[in-house]
């Protein structure tokens, strides 16, 4: 027994001495950084560098952590391993002098997200993919000095602008251009890309932008935007840059423009004031939205809620500042920008303020052809108008992360309206046979004030459980119209021996005082099932309420309008409560998203007709089903199916509508008996885009058809020439329109440019009666469009384009008398650059509309427009240019469309020819300390 426990006693002595001379151990940490994880049970292999044997392994703990000793000295290679996450790989080596080696925590990446995340380099360029977002290092492409963001995008693979400032990346439109992840002035793009200078960028990122409510829930919608964020450099985000632009021209024409902006840390100050008469009103494309509608008055159903529409839009709205309507405008616009964070970011506010007025003159030629059942009335209407537009628009957005899980956002918006408009109308009308049916001398005159507010609150509010979410949206918002003017009128029909047959002189003041007001509250709460499947629940309230008080005076004396005309007075109060609720669903894996579900609102509408006393009531349901599937082929090759479908009420002035008198060739009859129409509609989405090689496809379809339709029921007196009309529903008919665009593109690397080819084709088969006659109106367009694009660096760069269609525009009830044609339209462009800081660029515009069987004449135009400029100073950011407007001086405004029964063509005037010199100064001075 005692030589046992001597032998333990002595083995035990002998290890402890061997491993006091043996002390070798590693150690270490697995973890996910990313989703903040410890990798439990990772497995650590030990191999022998030299013939990579295992030599120990070992797992990691609870916590990540991992130690193996003891250890021999020598060579190893470490190898971590985890099911779905990359294979780590580490050398090191251990000797007398490194007896121990700390990997410390090594950072696991998942396969998914390795796979994501790849750099591509080529021709100079960088370019990183991650997830969903394409990442361009700005610092990999050649600028010139003073270059814009939008110079930059266009050197950018799979990006085009336009030269209105419209972006297009790879296939998809592109409205939303974000600074540093904020939007810049609201959300115009292009106040970012023509001002903001391409040396002060970092990085672009190109992604498709989910709505704030997918954002939050996790569950995706469909509904995406594509958006550019332009992340600045550090040193841009201190100082100040800016611009003076000065132009004044043949035919008094000028512009001028003063942009500045001022950066300090998370601070941005800008502000901006443009003059122009040449077209340019310093405004966004969708400026009209968001500043709201004149006039009021109509109320439509739809998707369950409410739209008030009415007396004419705000046409102030354009595309990149370039007015692209009828007439002559003269613009003065201004507007400034401020946006700050403070307390470590958690709070946050951006607010706009922007003043501007709009005058226009437009001078109108209407060519119509109205079909009745074997027989057709042609129409000549000449037009004078003239509008003044003044508006002044301030929103803030203030947003406070409350906590960690917790989120609120507070927006305000108030916009004041002035507006004045005076329009002569001159109308003939002939029969068939040429001979004089009936003539309108018509004027108005208006003066209107319009007061918009808006204010919303939406929390957010995440839950213990992953995904488990919920969301309350408050809202309000007020609109007030006030209108006065003069409506005179002389109508005179004529009988075929060119005898008169009746006159009517209209001579009466209009007074209306428009109110509508929209309080709801939106609840949204989320369920995970699983990692895969998630739910939806939705539920909504809403109240709106309405004032439409329309006046009518005549004359009790000449100059005295005090006598309400009760025929053509009327004063309606309006009132609907909305209760909508529902469910969706998304589900989720590697390369499939399907969403779908099902939402049903009911309304209480009650509408009071105050002079008569007579009130309206109706209860009806609405059903908005809604699915859509996307399968990812790969990270840039996707494919999407689509259907939603809504019911359509119909409008309080289809159902019930007001005499008026404001054109009396044509005269609305109230219909109470009309149903609910149902929309369906169905879309495919196919998009397809290689980097390295900047070839990208995209396809777009969509089938769209109704049931039970409301249309037009239009009564012709062949005698006087007017027209009265009832809205009724169709029955047995489906009215349907459809629309398919394809469009491919790829760098042609040998010959060094760009070319892309695109399929477009559209229609429409709609219906109406006249004298009770079924007229099936169709309209159709098949074209195709061809384009190459090539840019040297510093030397020169060109774009052309050719797009030829047919197009097709019939009434059933006159089917021999059509405007089916071709049309076509062109587009080039160039810029060359020459020794001595020169610059001579010119693009031009084509189009073509072939005689028809109704309109016999041919419309062709061919506008051309040239630059020639230079820099000055050491940074050239001085630069003296000369440009020519429409120098073969052929632009002109013309269009055709067919719509119910009519044909019509209209040609107005626009901005002719003329040439400026301008001069335009950049200054900026970056990188400015804190």
């Not at 459809?738 to 559209?762: A, H, P, Q, T, V």
Request: with cysteine; aromatic share 12%.
């Amino acid at each position: 027994m005692k030589s046992i426990s001597l032998a333990i006693v002595l083995s035990l002595c002998f290890s402890t001495m061997l491993f006091a001379q043996n002390p070798y151990t590693i150690k270490g940490i697995a973890a996910d950084t990313a989703s903040n994880a410890k990798l439990q049970n990772a497995t650590i292999s030990i191999l022998n560098a030299k013939d990579s044997t295992l030599y120990k392994f070992t797992r990691a703990k609870a916590d990540g952590t991992f130690a193996i000793s003891p250890m021999r000295k020598g060579n190893f290679i470490l190898l971590l391993t985890y099911p779905e996450y990359a294979d780590y790989v580490s050398p090191f080596a251990l000797d007398s002098v490194n007896r121990s080696f700390d990997f410390k925590q090594i950072n696991m990446k998942s396969k998914a997200k390795l796979l994501n995340e790849v750099i591509i380099k080529g021709q100079g360029a960088a370019i990183k993919i991650k997830g969903d977002t394409t990442e361009f290092n700005a610092a990999s492409y050649t600028i010139q000095p003073n270059d814009k963001v939008e110079d930059l995008l266009k050197k950018l693979p799979g990006i085009q602008v336009d030269k209105d400032g419209k972006i297009t990346a790879q296939g998809k439109t592109v409205p939303k251009v974000l600074v540093d992840g904020e939007e810049f002035f609201g959300d115009d793009p292009t106040l970012v890309t023509k001002n903001i200078r391409a040396d002060m960028v970092d990085k672009v990122q190109l992604f498709e932008k989910a709505s704030d409510q997918a954002a939050f829930t996790g569950v995706d919608d469909g509904q995406k935007t594509q958006t550019i964020n332009i992340k600045l450099k550090e040193d841009a985000k201190n100082g100040y840059f800016g611009k003076v632009d000065l132009g004044g021209g043949t035919d008094d024409f000028y512009t001028a423009q003063l942009l500045f902006n001022k950066f300090k840390g998370k601070e941005k100050f800008s502000f901006y004031g443009t003059a122009s008469n040449n077209g340019k009103t310093g405004l966004s494309w969708q400026d009209s939205d968001k500043y709201g509608s004149s006039g009021g008055g109509d109320v439509q159903f739809i998707d369950g809620g409410m739209m008030i529409t009415g007396g004419g839009r705000d046409e102030l709205d354009s595309w990149g500042g370039t007015y692209r309507d009828e007439g002559i405008p003269v613009a003065r616009n201004g507007g400034a920008h401020y946006e700050t964070k403070w307390n470590k970011d958690k709070e946050s506010i951006n607010t706009n303020y922007k003043v501007g007025s709009l005058k226009v003159n437009i001078i109108k030629n209407t060519l119509s052809q109205q079909n009745i059942p074997d027989n057709f009335v042609n129409r000549n209407n000449d037009q004078t108008t003239e509008n003044y537009i003044f508006r002044q628009k301030l929103d803030a957005t203030y947003q406070i992360k409350l906590d960690t899980t917790s989120n609120l956002k507070v927006t305000a918006s108030g916009t004041l309206k002035n507006n004045e408009t005076e329009s002569i109308f001159n109308t003939t009308g002939r029969r068939e046979d040429n001979s004089l049916l009936n003539t309108e001398i018509r004027s108005n005159n208006s003066e209107g004030n319009d007061k918009i507010f808006n204010l919303s609150a939406l929390y957010t509010k995440k839950l213990k459980k992953l995904g488990r979410n919920y969301s309350l949206n408050l809202s309000a918002a007020r609109t007030e119209t006030d209108t006065e003017g003069f409506l005179y009128s002389e109508n005179v029909a004529y009988n075929l021996d060119k005898s008169i047959k009746e006159s009517i002189v209209t001579d009466q003041l209009k007074d209306n005082n428009i109110e509508t007001g929209l309080y709801s509250a939106n609840f949204t709460f989320s369920e995970p099932i699983n990692k895969k499947l998630s739910l939806v629940f939705n539920y909504g309230l809403s109240l709106n309420s309405g004032k439409a008080d329309r006046k009518s005076f005549n004359q009790s004396i000449p100059g005295r309008y005090d006598v309400l005309d009760l025929q053509f007075s009327n004063n309606f109060t309006t009132d609907q409560l909305s209760n909508q609720g529902g469910a969706t669903f998304s589900y989720k894996n590697k390369k499939t998203v399907l969403s779908g579900g099902l939402k049903v609102n009911n309304i209480n509408f009650d509408q009071l007709d105050v002079y008569n006393d007579v009130r309206y009531q109706r209860n009806f349901f609405n059903w908005m089903p809604q699915a859509r599937y996307q399968y990812k082929f790969s990270q840039y090759k996707s494919l999407s199916l689509g259907y939603n479908g809504r019911t359509s009420q119909p409008s309080v002035s289809q159902l019930q509508p007001v005499k008026v008198n404001d054109d009396l060739l044509n005269i609305p009859i109230g219909n109470p008996n009309l149903k609910p129409s149902y929309n369906n509609n169905f879309s495919i989405d196919y998009n397809s885009y290689k980097v390295i090689s900047d070839q990208y496809m995209y396809g777009y379809a969509s089938l769209s058809f109704v049931n039970n339709q409301i249309v037009n029921n239009t009564t012709f007196d062949s005698t006087t020439g007017k027209s009265s009309y009832q809205f009724i529903n169709l029955n047995g008919k489906t009215p349907y329109n459809f629309y398919g665009y394809l469009e491919f593109s790829r760098k042609i690397k040998k010959l060094g440019f760009s070319g892309n080819f695109g399929l477009n084709l559209d229609g429409s088969t709609s219906y109406s009666y006249v004298n009770n006659t079924l007229n099936k109106t169709k309209s159709n367009s098949y074209g195709f469009t061809i384009g190459v694009n090539k840019y040297a660096e510093k030397k020169f760069s060109f774009n052309l384009r050719f797009s030829p269609s047919y197009e097709t525009q019939e009434s059933s009830l006159n089917e021999n008398v059509n405007s089916n044609g071709l049309a076509t339209s062109g587009y080039g462009s160039f810029t060359v650059y020459l020794p001595g800081k020169v610059q001579i660029s010119s693009d031009a515009n084509y189009k073509y509309n072939a005689a028809t069987a109704s309109f016999d004449q041919s419309f062709e135009q061919m506008i051309i427009n040239s630059t020639i400029s230079k820099t000055f100073l050491k940074t050239d950011n001085l630069k003296l240019s000369i440009s020519g407007n429409d120098i073969l001086n052929q632009n002109r405004g013309f269009n055709r469309y067919a719509s119910a029964n009519t044909i019509t063509q209209t040609k107005f005037n626009n901005i002719k020819r003329y040439f400026m010199c301008s001069v335009i100064w950049d200054f900026n001075k970056m990188g400015v300390k804190k």
